[in-house]
């Protein structure tokens, strides 16, 4: 109580202590074990403490794993694009010609579809896009098409759309928030020296809002890799996803070592794209506002 | 004008976003086993079959536990983390706090997985307390994300303010502290609960024999006969969802006007 | 002479690699206002946080009523503050904000609420309990906070640049309140502010800090009149700088030459420090230097320049002279009086000048 604000630096680390602990042992030492576990022998229904490359060998010869891994970052890659350059007007729209006041309201019922029941919502996307679904009916019923399509369920199309549904408002915030921070007046300093608006959009608001749209990506490519939900539902077989594949090898197959090496592969893959991208981008995130 | 057309876009985008939840309602309230077009007649049977399915009702339960456990929780460890990251500088803090903040963005089947295989090894049973492990884990950082809003809205010199009137840190915490990020704290509360309540993925790897909401829907989706009753059901939950959120974000707006900040925008703002 | 109410010995504070206080010391005495003056980051507001016991000492000692404070926190300490950004409780109307630190106090509910009611009276503010406390202005919420501070009776009110928030006209009208405020209550004051008009109008007693340390403490006609350096003569006010050569030096007084004034002998107490490294100067305010218009008689010694820069106030004409034989210009106030001309850039004018109003920096 003396000194009551005597070191700073150990106050704080007091205070984040047990929220470090907790992650520390919950993630850092779970992630771990998966590591350990990608290096060891399977033995069926046991694990044989054995190091072994076996189950990387496998992942990475394994023309099925090879495919798997190649569409998931294939169907992952699709979805940011079209999430982002479909999110970028709207937080535009919401950033430059909304009332600050009015701001949150859009915010707002721009997320709450995130937050609501994401397995029916998914679910939801196989009765739209099915052979009785909505698109079919609506375009049959309009003598559009005489057959219902085929090609927009359970395969990755379907996996596209649906994902790209739902990570929508992901990719809405952070650009949003990376335009708000744009200061109005570098605008019209571009406007006044002479620049049209929409020469003003690529030289200035383009370039400050990177940071935005990396942070996009970045929170809609990693977990769409790894999603289970949507291609199990709306893939059908030839949309199965690297989650799929964790999934069954973990509680179908019980092959913890090669489920194991899948997850490690797959996160590095991942991290290794992820990394790339904010390099190649680092001369725009650099930029202090 | 160039904002017409930016409207009309936003609002197309909206109707994209609310097109799959606008379908429960109709489905719910649809008179026949098949979802699909064109509807039968109108009919408020699958909801009165909701409350014939005592596995569903122990499910709901099981969530509703686990959900706020897992808020609470996830709650008091934002509460240090928020306060931590917004008051003090301290080493590795940007580390630390990246670190923390990860589940944000790692694949939730990474979680489940690595958490099944300690706990396993462990040689635990998967419970309750697993799921609720693994939740703790992923709301946490929207707990802070929420709370670090209401920190930083709050002006250090109240709370000095309060010392120098002659209270002690723990009654200034209290008196002072504690009522300013209140609303940050009931709206962390919802929302991780609402994350919770939702959360597939986790629960599936990580549930024994006695399953969450949606590890129960997700098994139901198998059997056509029974989607009817999961389209009511769903339509309950969106309803609920909705209601918590707009509590949320209304006692997130009034924390940040009590605390006279302005505020930034979303949840994730 | 009253006892001192705080005694400063020797306080130091350092924050990281940063030197906040190099050696403070001080008496303030009971019952005075007393002004903490400097640019920002010469330490003032580190050591009135110091006192209130916000920030601990790294080395030194601050004592309040005579009681050694090491270790005692803000809220067992005599003494309160006003906060720059006022600190009002958002989440508390008028009323709870001014009896907020009266929580733990013996008095009864009743008692309580009549302090608070004569403290609010007493920043006329009667009336306004109930009030919500975003309900309120600036300088409303300014004296909200004094209210909050004063009901507790501290033996020192401490004010953190109280002021700087609030426009012109309301900071003149609040600067003579808390003077009447402060003669009223009979409490010590120490005002924190970088603004030396402030410190002026306000003060029993100012220290003018530089870079954690006190260039000079005294009240304010001394702290005008005789500067004890030049970078506080250069802080308090305008002053104009001659070169000057000291040619002899004895206790009964200085002679030096002056650029452009000549000759001249100065008492033995009229110098003081030049800045570092600064060949010798003499220093005069620009009141002390008179334009003779016309044929107006010579008082004193006189000088001759050229007008070359006029800048009119309204009560007063300020030029700037170019002083034959001197370097640059001097800077000169007159009142405007009704027989009184303004003069014109390029105009030749005489300057009257005395020996008395001279400082040598040396």
Redesign the interface.
Known sequence: ??????SEAARGLALVGPTLLYAVAMLAVPLGAVLVYSFLTDGYLTIIPEFTLANYAEVFSDPIYRQVMARSLGVALAVTVATVVLAYPVAYFVAFHVRPERRSLWLFLITIPFWTSYLIRVFLWKVILGYNGVVNATLTGLGIIDEPLTFILYNVNAVVITLAHAYAPFAILPIFVALGKIDRTLLEAAQDLGESRLATFLRVTLPLSVPGVVAAVLIVFIPTVGDYVTPRLVGGPEGRMIANIIQLQYLRLDNYPLGSALAVTAMAIVTVIAVGFVLSLRRYLRVRQ | MKGRWLRAYTVLYLLFLYAPIALLPIFAFNDATIIAFPLGGFTGRWFVELGKVPALHDAALNSVFIAAMASVSATVLGMLAACASTRYEFPAKRPIMGFIMLPLVLPEIIVGVSLLVVILRAGLHLSHWSIIAGHILIVTPFSIAILSSAFASL?R??E?????????PWSTFR??TL??VMPGIISSLLIGFTISLDEFIIAFFLSGSEPTLPVYIFGQLRFPQKIPIIMALGTILVVLSILLLVTAEYFRRRGIR???GQDSGGFLG | MADPIIQLENVTKRFDDFEALKGVSADIREGEFFSLLGPSGCGKTTLLRTI?G???PTSGQVRIAGQDM???????RP???V???Y?I???LDVAGNVG??L??SPMSAAEKARAVDEALEMVGLAGYGRRAA?ALSGGQRQRVALA??LV?KPRVLLLDEPLSALDKKLREQMQGELRRLQRQVGITFILVTHDQEEALIMSDRIAVMFEGQIAQMANPEMLYRRPVSRRVAEFIGVMNFLPARVTASSPAGIEVEIAGLGRATLSGDSHAEAAPGEPPSVGIRPEMLTILFGNEPETGRVAEGEVREVVYYGDMTYYEIAIDGAPGTVTVSMRNLVNRPVLRRGERTRISWDERALILFR
């Open positions: 109580m003396s000194e009551w604000r005597s | 002006d010199s109240l000095e303010a309060a010392i120098d009137l002659g209270e002690t008196l002072v009522p300013l009590r605390a006279g | 209130a916000f920030e601990a090491a270790g005692v926190p803000p809220n067992r003494t309160n503050m906060f720059q950004s600190a409780f958002p989440h907020f630190g929580r733990r975003h909050r501070a507790l």
